[in-house]
C-alpha cells in the first residue's frame, strides 16, 4: 500500500522544502521506495535542497503535457537508490497543471512507489489545490509564531473541508533557550491553538543551513535537526518515538557559549 | 511602583498565544472580534436581568473543531459564564 503525502503550510518560509527532502531522504534511507515530486511549478528548490540541480532534463509539466514519459523525469538520488526526485518547470506558471493531471499523475507513481511526497508551494491558490488533490495525509509546517499559524490554521480549515483523514503538525524552528525566556510559544502551546496531533519538533539549528548550502538532507546523522527529521520519518511509518528534550542539549551549548562570552 | 510594572509585564509568548487565540476565532468563522464583543454584551444583558454573572471571566468562543474528538465540525458557540449568584432577582 502506497501512501501520498503533502507537505504544507501556507506561508512561505517555514521549511516546506526541508521537511519535504529530510522526510524523503529518510524514509529512504529506512528501505522504502519513495519520490519526491516538487509542485511549486515556477519557483523550484526541492532539487536544490536535494543537490540533484544539475540533473535535471525533463519536469513535471513535461510529463503532463506528454513530451516525455514518466520514467525520464524521475531522477535518481545521489546516496539513496530507492529514491526519485521529480523536479517542477522553472519557466511555466501554477495554471500549467490542474488537479485532474495530478491526481492522475500520482496514481500511476502509486504503482511503483511506498511513498510520495509533495511539496507545496506557499498560498492557498491552485498551486496549493494542485498539490493537495492527490494526496491521502498532510504535514503541515508551522514556526512558532503568530503569522505561520494563522496560515497554518487556514491550511488545516482547508485540508479538513477537502476530507483529509490525517493531518499532522510539524513545528519547525523551535528555540528552547526562548521559550524558557517566556519569548516564544512553546510546541504544547502551538498544538493548543492549532488543535491537531504532533508528528515532531524541529528545533532552530543552524546546521540546516549547512545542509542546505551542500545540497544535502541531514536526516539520520548526529545533529539536533537530524535526529529530529529521523524521528518524524519513523512516526510517518507508523512507529511510535518519544519526542526529543531538546533543553538539555540546548542549555549545555549555552552554558558553553556563556564561558566564551565571559572571557 | 516599577518593580511592579516589571513583575506585571507579559512575557511576549503569551502576547501572542493571546493574540492568535483571539485572531483564529474571528478566522475560522469569517466573524470579527467586534462582533464577538457586541455577542458577549447581548448575553450578558440578558442573563444579567436572571442572576449574577462574573463578566470579567466569562468567556465566549466560536469553534469549528469537533469537540471531544468527535466529527462533528459543525461551528458552534461556546459560552462559559459564571455565575456569582442564583438567587439576586
Known sequence: ?263 | MRLKQIFRKKKSREIAKDRLKILLISDRVNCSPEMMEMIKNDITKVISKYMKIDTDSMVIQISKKGNKGGDNKVPSLYANIPILDLHTK
Open chain 1, 1 to 263: 500500500m502506497s501512501e501520498v503525502i503533502v507537505v504544507t503550510s501556507g506561508k512561505g518560509g517555514v521549511g516546506k522544502t526541508t521537511t519535504s527532502a529530510n522526510v524523503g531522504t529518510g524514509l529512504a534511507s529506512m528501505g522504502k521506495k519513495v519520490v519526491l515530486i516538487d509542485t511549486d511549478i515556477g519557483l523550484r528548490n526541492l532539487d536544490v535542497v536535494m543537490g540533484l540541480e544539475n540533473r535535471i532534463v525533463y519536469n513535471l509539466v513535461d510529463v503532463i503535457e506528454n513530451k516525455c514519459r514518466l520514467k525520464q523525469a524521475l531522477i535518481k538520488d545521489k546516496r539513496h537508490p530507492s529514491l526519485y526526485l521529480m523536479p517542477s518547470a522553472q519557466t511555466k506558471d501554477k495554471t500549467a497543471v490542474n488537479e485532474g493531471q495530478m491526481v492522475k499523475l500520482v496514481n500511476q507513481l502509486r504503482e511503483q512507489f511506498d511513498y510520495i511526497i509533495l511539496d507545496c508551494p506557499a498560498g492557498i491558490e491552485q498551486g496549493f489545490k494542485n498539490a493537495i488533490a492527490g494526496a491521502d495525509r498532510a504535514l503541515v509546517v508551522t514556526t512558532p509564531e503568530v503569522s505561520a499559524i494563522r496560515d497554518a490554521d487556514r491550511i488545516i480549515g482547508l485540508l479538513e473541508a477537502s476530507e483529509f483523514k490525517q493531518i499532522d503538525l510539524v513545528i519547525n524552528r523551535l528555540r528552547s533557550d526562548m521559550v524558557k525566556r517566556g519569548d516564544m510559544m512553546s510546541a504544547s502551546d502551538v498544538v493548543d491553538i492549532l488543535s491537531v496531533p504532533l508528528i515532531g519538533i524541529v528545533p532552530d539549528d543552524e546546521n540546516v543551513v549547512i545542509a542546505t548550502n551542500q545540497g544535502e538532507p541531514l536526516v539520520g546523522n548526529n545533529t539536533l535537526a537530524g535526529k529530529a527529521y529521523q524521528n518524524i520519518c519513523f512516526r510517518v511509518a507508523g512507529k511510535e518515538v518519544p519526542f526529543i528534550e531538546f533543553e538539555k542539549s540546548i542549555s549545555f551549548w549555552t552554558k558553553v557559549s556563556g564561558i566564551f562570552h565571559k572571557n
